[in-house]
Each structure stands twice: as structure tokens, then as C-alpha cells.
């Protein structure tokens, strides 16, 4: 496990136990208690976390981690959901991406597709997010369009009223919606308010829209609801998702694909 790894690894387990301990920290990670202190002194130092005697607790926005620390996380799982939902594009599409880690290797996937390769543009992204804007913004098979608004740091997601009056005038063929949880009965969810006003905007403009989430996503909730499961036409998830949450969104008329 390298350094990256094993800092995203202790943001995950503050931000699910709420206080974490040195010892206890060291023997899972099998490092030593010296370098999980570095760690955790060095998280600390970003605001990711609060420093205690022995470990550390959960820090005000624990919940909601920039999105360089949540890259690492199921990457495996990503890269096949992602090259999963990059088959269901075809030439001339106007596609919609919002922001995080699945949806910036979904925009990988596209933009490395031997099928919308060429000199022309074969594509249309919409996008809220910066990160997936330059990553694009230099490949001549796609037109990268970004909404506007303003950009939350966390995420390198663009909110606010500038993006919502944008996405009003528009259509999408089909929108990837990354998500922080998803629910068979409750919806889809994001840790920000604005995060979610936007993702529901890029869902309710496109006449297909695909949730792409791991397994570990599913069944949950956050803060702020996205949309309606009704809303929603497919999930795109890995083959190691609970069967029973499988079943579920089946049966809420949800057509799921297994990477």
C-alpha cells in the first residue's frame, strides 16, 4: 500500500468509525504507529481531520473529501464501470457528465474509445466539472462544452445559478451521473446541496440517464437527494454489488448492467 493509498484508507475509516486510534490504525494498516501519526498529522494539516491524543476524529468535512484523496478508492471497479458506460456512446451523441471519480474515468474511457476516434468531432460533452473539462479540452474528437457557475474545491464541480441558467437551454442524449449514494426506493444522492441541484438538472435535461456507481454506493443516502429512482433509466455498477440491492432497483423498473 503507498502513501496515497493508505491516506485515502484512513479518511475512510475516520470518516466511518468517527475516531480512529494510532495502534489500532497501524496493525490494520500493517505499518508502524510512527508513520500512521505522519499521516494523520499531515491530514490534519489539510483540515481532513482533527488530531487527538493517540488517533484523531472525524473533522467538518470528513464527509465530503477532495476528490484527489477519493481516486484511489475501488479504482478496479471504476475503470470496468467506467469502460462499461463508455460502450453505450455512440458518434454525435451530446453527452452529460457531472463531477468525481467514476465519471473522470468515464471521460478517460471516451476520450481513449477507438470508436469516436479521429480528427472530427465525434462528440459533445456537457460537463460541470473542471477536471473532466481540461482532461477533454485538448482531444479534437470531442467538443467539450462546460456549464459555468462556481467551483467548489472539494469536487471541481461548477454550481450556482450561472450553471442552472445554462443547462435550462439545453438537451442531452444521455447523462452519466455519478452519485454518493443510491437508493432503490429513496433516489440518488450528493453530500453538497449545489452539487445535487446541478446533477439534477443534468438528469432531468437528457433523455437517458445511466447512474454509475459502485456497489459500495448502493442502498445508502446522503445529504441532498439528486432525483427520484423514477428518473432514472440505468445503473452501471460492478459484479460485486449486493444481489438483493440488485434486485431491488430491478424491480423499481431500473435496467442494471454489471461490470
Same mark, same amino acid.
Given at each position: 500500500?503507498? @502513501?496515497?493509498? @493508505?491516506?485515502? *484508507?484512513?479518511?475512510?475509516? /475516520?470518516?466511518?468509525?468517527?475516531?480512529?486510534?494510532?495502534?489500532?490504525?497501524?496493525?490494520?494498516?500493517?505499518?508502524?504507529?510512527?508513520?500512521?501519526?505522519?499521516?494523520?498529522?499531515? +491530514?490534519?494539516?489539510?483540515?481532513?481531520?482533527?488530531?487527538?491524543?493517540?488517533?484523531?476524529?472525524?473533522?467538518?468535512? *470528513?464527509?465530503?473529501?477532495?476528490?484527489?484523496?477519493? $481516486?484511489?478508492?475501488?479504482?478496479?471497479?471504476?475503470?470496468?464501470?467506467?469502460?462499461? *458506460?463508455?460502450?453505450?456512446?455512440?458518434?454525435?451523441?451530446?453527452?452529460?457528465?457531472?463531477?468525481?471519480?467514476?465519471?473522470?474515468? /468515464?471521460?478517460?474511457?471516451?476520450?481513449?474509445?477507438?470508436?469516436? #476516434?479521429?480528427?472530427?468531432?465525434?462528440?459533445? /460533452?456537457?460537463?460541470?466539472?473542471?477536471?473532466?473539462?481540461?482532461?477533454?479540452?485538448?482531444?479534437?474528437?470531442?467538443?467539450?462544452?462546460?456549464?459555468?457557475? /462556481?467551483?467548489?474545491?472539494?469536487?471541481? =464541480?461548477?454550481?450556482?445559478?450561472?450553471?442552472?441558467?445554462?443547462?435550462?437551454?439545453?438537451?442531452?442524449?444521455?447523462?452519466?451521473?455519478?452519485?454518493? %449514494?443510491?437508493? #432503490? =426506493? @429513496?433516489?440518488?444522492? %450528493?453530500?453538497?446541496?449545489?452539487? #445535487?441541484?446541478?446533477?439534477? +438538472?443534468? $438528469?432531468?435535461?437528457? @433523455?437517458?440517464? %445511466?447512474?454509475?456507481?459502485?456497489?459500495?454506493? +448502493?442502498?445508502?443516502?446522503?445529504? #441532498?437527494?439528486?432525483?427520484?429512482?423514477?428518473?432514472?433509466?440505468?445503473?452501471?455498477?460492478?459484479?460485486?454489488?449486493?444481489?438483493?440491492?440488485?434486485?431491488?432497483?430491478?424491480?423499481?423498473?431500473?435496467?442494471?448492467? +454489471?461490470?
Amino acid at each position: 500500500m503507498d @502513501r496515497h493509498e @493508505r491516506l485515502s *484508507a484512513l479518511l475512510d475509516m /475516520v470518516g466511518q468509525r468517527e475516531k480512529i486510534d494510532v495502534e489500532e490504525s497501524a496493525e490494520e494498516l500493517d505499518v508502524s504507529p510512527a508513520t500512521i501519526r505522519r499521516d494523520l498529522d499531515h +491530514l490534519a494539516g489539510r483540515q481532513l481531520l482533527t488530531r487527538t491524543r493517540g488517533g484523531a476524529v472525524a473533522g467538518n468535512v *470528513a464527509y465530503d473529501l477532495p476528490l484527489r484523496h477519493k $481516486a484511489a478508492r475501488k479504482a478496479p471497479e471504476k475503470q470496468r464501470i467506467s469502460a462499461a *458506460a463508455a460502450s453505450l456512446v455512440e458518434r454525435g451523441m451530446v453527452i452529460g457528465l457531472n463531477g468525481g471519480t467514476t465519471s473522470t474515468e /468515464v471521460a478517460r474511457a471516451l476520450a481513449l474509445s477507438p470508436e469516436l #476516434a479521429g480528427s472530427t468531432q465525434a462528440l459533445t /460533452v456537457v460537463t460541470n466539472a473542471l477536471n473532466i473539462a481540461h482532461e477533454l479540452a485538448v482531444r479534437p474528437n470531442i467538443k467539450i462544452v462546460v456549464t459555468g457557475g /462556481v467551483a467548489r474545491q472539494h469536487s471541481f =464541480e461548477l454550481t450556482g445559478p450561472l450553471a442552472s441558467l445554462f443547462l435550462d437551454q439545453i438537451t442531452l442524449d444521455l447523462t452519466f451521473l455519478g452519485v454518493d %449514494a443510491f437508493d #432503490a =426506493e @429513496r433516489g440518488a444522492y %450528493a453530500h453538497h446541496e449545489g452539487e #445535487a441541484s446541478i446533477n439534477r +438538472l443534468l $438528469a432531468s435535461q437528457a @433523455r437517458h440517464v %445511466a447512474v454509475i456507481a459502485d456497489g459500495g454506493k +448502493l442502498g445508502g443516502h446522503a445529504f #441532498a437527494r439528486i432525483c427520484d429512482t423514477a428518473m432514472v433509466d440505468q445503473l452501471i455498477t460492478d459484479t460485486g454489488a449486493d444481489p438483493e440491492q440488485v434486485a431491488a432497483f430491478e424491480a423499481a423498473g431500473v435496467e442494471v448492467l +454489471l461490470a
